[in-house]
């Protein structure tokens, strides 16, 4: 069984400063992770993917997530914060076949001028 | 490509009423998602399709929801009868799926917001 786990359902930061959101996984096999952000009355868009290789990936808009195996996590983050980033981000995973997602509950980023 | 489309996007009926909603997949896409999404449940997962088949329908809430795929290119949502509690937004989504052929990624719709009165 897979499932995901955000800590924080509201996250606050202020302009210009470090974005930490956390996630979660369980997974009986290899995981496939993902990030995902849904800005207000739209659909999800998808920042960044860990599928294989390297752990550490790199996103659009300056956002890098880091595949910690030991740690069942994959963490989202941004050194700087930008109000643009204000937005609903949702970590998932899925098999390797891609035939079903596990999405967390959402992580609501607000960026504080 | 133009996306997923999905309509409409807006959408209020009353108690009762019969609800259609539509999805038009991106072109060559093999996997068909359909989920809801609320402030108390989150992003759930109702359905998908392989090609053009229904793999998993264990999210489906209960006997008033039916989805069909009748073609590679449409599906449709449809709950009869509606009731206030399935006000929602309904997303559709669509990816290329299998191991030999997956990108990992899965690219949604905008929605399709229901009101239920």
């Known amino acids: 069984a897979q499932s995901v786990t955000q800590l924080g359902s509201h996250v606050s930061v202020s302009e210009g400063a470090l974005v930490l959101l956390r996630c979660n996984y369980s997974?009986?096999?290899?995981?496939?992770l993902f990030w995902y952000v849904q800005y207000p009355n739209q659909g999800l868009q998808l920042l960044l993917k860990?599928?294989?290789?390297?752990?550490l990936v790199k996103g659009i808009n300056g956002f890098e997530a880091e595949f910690k195996k030991s740690e069942t996590s994959f963490h989202l983050t941004k050194p700087s914060a930008h109000m643009s980033d204000a937005a609903e981000y949702f970590c998932?995973?899925?098999?390797?076949?891609?035939?079903?997602?596990?999405f967390g509950s959402g992580t609501k980023l607000n960026v504080k001028p | 490509d133009a996306g997923v489309i999905q309509s409409p996007r807006h959408e209020v009926t009353e108690m009762g009423q019969e609800v259609t909603l539509r999805c038009k997949p991106i072109?060559?896409?093999?996997?068909l998602f359909w989920y809801r999404q609320t402030m108390m449940r989150g992003l759930e997962l109702l359905i998908y399709?392989?090609?053009?088949?229904?793999?998993?329908d264990s999210g489906m809430p209960e006997d008033r929801f039916s989805a069909k795929m009748p073609n590679a290119s449409f599906s449709t949502l449809k709950i009869q009868p509606s009731e206030p509690r399935d006000s929602a937004v309904y997303f559709c989504?669509?990816?290329?799926?299998?191991?030999?052929?997956?990108?990992?990624?899965?690219?949604f719709g905008e929605g399709s917001r229901l009101t239920v009165l």
């Open positions: 989504a669509s990816s290329s799926s299998g191991a030999a052929m997956g990108t990992g990624e899965l690219f």
């Open positions: 997974s009986s096999v290899p995981p496939y």
């Open positions: 860990y599928t294989t290789g390297a752990t």
């Open positions: 998932a995973v899925s098999q390797y076949n891609f035939n079903k997602f596990y």
């Open positions: 072109s060559g896409h093999n996997s």
């Open positions: 399709f392989n090609n053009n088949v229904p793999i998993d």
